[in-house]
Structures are given as structure tokens and as C-alpha cells.
């Protein structure tokens, strides 16, 4: 779950006729670890196929990976990992590495080792809530210089990124959306109870707080429902704080769902909602409106670029009384069409333009050449 963004970019890009192969080391907290799971992961390398994308995966644990010390040693198995693949299958054309922090770092150091041109796909928060210290910014700068391209998802992530881009500038490619996955229900859902739904983990940036206030000042004498669906620390607090304003009985916790679970969730409510503090993009908008829903969302960064007048409404984050006005007028509205809203998500976010400037990226790098010569076709996510 927590590597989904990435996995629908290398779908996207296998689909239109790249060969795209995966390597990648876990680093699950100790903490989530159960004897059933220490049997399964131990730190052994699998090669599996997962929806048709070959994943060369190490099975492990790193306690100390919010740390740099621990961030060095989640680089150096990843250059290992990187190593066994070249040394079976041959050197990819192209390193495609997703968050300078920490692939972007990694690929810096086995793309000098081996020859092999790279680029990274920046999606981390970290830029725009300010939270790279001097040390962090030094590997982030090290991991951009060498690489052919930096491209984000949004262009408030854009604009935090160029500051670390030595004069350099950053492309702006948005996320992309299944839009064959995310369908439109055969069945309209009933109009009473109108139905918030909101998607997410559940922890301080994504502003779950602030939206269960919201719902609770505007549904007052309301049959309205609001469905929250994910899970994380913030999750003891925020039921405390549905219980404490009265409202449990109209607040649903679905906890971590899965793809398909959280498609069948869209599909019989009636509006998304991101209530973010910050967001570099929020992929869950474009599934959502590739649905038909229509959403609501705070000016945190990516959802700025998504939302227009047509598809949703946007607000200023943290603010529950901005927000709660936004759910009062949602739910009154007879503005939005889901076909509109379906359309929009298809001709912006769909494969096809996303692998359209992809392509275009990768016939560039592979123009410029390399110093050594690929002996295998495809690349590594």
C-alpha cells in the first residue's frame, strides 16, 4: 500500500511497451512484526511477477530508517540489490528512481558506479512542509545534480525542488490514474444520506481533525454520514474527538482498505473530501473523479493544480469552519456532473499523456548515450 503511486507509474509505463522491472528493499518497523512475519521476511531476496511487473524485492525490517545512519544502510542494501539484478539480467538503459530521499540518493551512487544515465520522480511532503535539514538537503542536491532529469508531480513540489537544483528546474509531470480501474457505478447511490467520503493515513499532516470538526458544525440535525477510510497513530485521537462532539453515530472508520475495497467505497458516496495540511498531489482526487465524484480539497500544493470550478470545490487548509462551508455547499449543490468530472480525470490524468512525456523523456537520455553500452532492454523503478 504504501508504494502505490509508484507501482501505477511503472503499470503506466510497461502498458505503453517499456519493459519496467522493480527493485526494492522494505524497511517494515519492528514494531508491525509478528513471529508469522519474521518467518516470511528475513531479509531474503524474492523475484516475483506482480501485476505483470517484475519485482526483485528484499524482505526486511530497519528500525532506524527515519535516521541517516539508517537511511545509509536502506541505500547500500538497495545498491547490493541493484547489483544482483545487473549481474543476472544485465544493465537496464535507464535508473528510474522515485524520492531523492532515499532512491534518488541510491541511484546517484549506482549510476556513477556503472554507467547508467538516471532520473528521479520527486512526491515527498518534506519539501513543501520545510522539514530538510542542512545534512538532508546536502544528499537531496547530491542525488539531483546527476541526474539526466527531476521531475514532480506538482508545480508547488516543483517550485520547493528547483531550490535544490543548482539553477536547474524541475518538470511538472502529474500523477496518473487507472481510468479503466476507476469506473463510474452501474448503480447511482441514493441521496439521503448524503455520503463525505475521505482517504488517507491517518496521522497529522493529513488534517483528519480538522474535517471531523467540519462535519460535526455543518450536519447538525443532519442524516449526513462521513466514512473515513485508513489507518495510522492519529486514529486513537480522532475517535476520541468524534465521540467527544456527538457525532459517532454518523462517523464510520473503515481502517486500511484495499484498491478495490476503497473503489466500492467511492462508488456508493457522494463526494470526496482531502482535508491536507500539505499535499505534493493527492492521487485519491483524480481516482475519485475518474469515478465521477465530485470533491473538495485545501490549497496544501498538488490538490491546487487538480480542482477546478468543474470537478470540486478548494479551501484554505486547517480551516474547519472554511471546510465546513465547503460541505454544506457540496451537499446543496446541483452544479456538478459526473460525467463533466469523469471527463476531466480522463483527458488529464490518463495513461496515455503520462507515458506521452515519459517517452519523450527516456528518447532523450537514451539519445544523449552512456558511457557504457545497456545489454538489456527495460529499466529499473
Not at 502498458?15 to 522494505?26: K, L, M, T
Not at 538503459?93 to 532520473?119: C, F, K, Q
Amino acid at each position: 500500500m504504501a508504494g502505490t503511486f509508484f507501482k501505477d507509474q511503472a503499470l503506466a509505463l510497461q502498458c505503453a511497451g517499456n519493459r519496467i522491472d522493480v527493485a526494492f528493499v522494505e524497511h517494515r518497523s519492528l514494531r508491525q512484526m509478528c513471529l508469522r512475519d519474521f518467518r516470511e521476511s528475513y531479509f531474503q531476496v524474492t523475484e516475483t511477477h506482480e501485476d505483470g511487473l517484475f519485482v526483485l524485492r528484499q524482505k526486511g525490517w530497519n528500525t532506524i530508517l527515519q535516521t541517516v545512519p539508517g537511511a545509509l544502510i536502506w541505500v547500500r542494501l538497495t545498491e547490493r540489490l541493484v547489483d544482483s539484478y545487473v549481474k543476472k539480467y544485465g544493465k537496464p538503459h535507464i535508473l528510474h528512481a522515485h524520492n531523492a530521499l532515499w532512491g534518488g540518493y541510491a541511484a546517484s551512487l549506482i549510476a556513477r558506479r556503472l554507467g547508467i544515465p538516471y532520473l528521479i520522480t520527486e512526491h515527498s511532503s518534506a519539501f513543501l512542509m520545510g522539514e530538510l535539514s542542512a545534512r538532508l538537503a546536502g544528499y537531496v542536491t547530491c542525488a539531483y545534480a546527476g541526474a539526466s532529469h527531476v521531475i514532480a508531480v506538482s508545480r508547488n513540489l516543483a517550485q520547493a525542488v528547483n531550490a535544490h537544483m543548482g539553477g536547474r528546474q524541475a518538470t511538472v509531470i502529474p500523477n496518473v490514474v487507472d481510468t479503466e480501474f476507476f469506473t463510474p457505478p452501474s448503480i447511482v447511490p441514493a441521496k439521503i444520506p448524503f455520503r463525505f467520503l475521505s482517504v488517507g493515513n491517518l496521522v497529522d499532516v493529513k488534517g483528519f481533525d480538522v474535517l471531523i470538526r467540519a462535519f460535526a458544525t455543518q450536519s447538525k440535525g443532519s442524516t449526513d454520514e462521513l466514512h473515513i477510510v485508513g489507518q495510522g497513530t492519529q486514529r486513537p485521537m480522532l475517535e476520541a474527538l468524534v465521540d467527544a462532539l456527538g457525532i459517532r453515530s454518523r462517523v464510520y472508520f473503515a481502517g486500511q482498505l484495499s484498491r478495490e475495497e476503497v473503489r466500492e467505497k467511492m462508488r456508493t458516496s457522494h463526494a470526496l473530501v482531502l482535508p491536507s495540511l500539505r499535499e505534493t498531489f493527492g492521487v485519491v482526487l483524480i481516482e475519485a473523479m475518474s469515478i465521477g465524484l465530485p470533491v473538495i480539497a485545501t490549497r496544501s500544493g498538488g490538490p491546487d493544480d487538480i480542482v477546478t470550478p468543474d470537478v470540486g470545490l478548494l479551501v484554505e487548509a486547517g480551516n474547519s469552519t472554511l471546510l465546513s462551508a465547503a460541505l454544506v455547499q457540496m451537499r446543496q449543490s446541483r452544479h456538478f456532473n459526473s460525467g463533466t468530472i469523469r471527463n476531466h480525470a480522463v483527458n488529464h490524468f490518463n495513461r496515455c499523456e503520462f507515458n506521452r512525456r515519459y517517452d519523450a523523456i527516456f528518447a532523450e537520455i537514451l539519445r544523449r548515450g552512456s558511457s557504457t553500452s545497456p545489454s538489456s532492454q527495460g529499466g529499473i523503478s
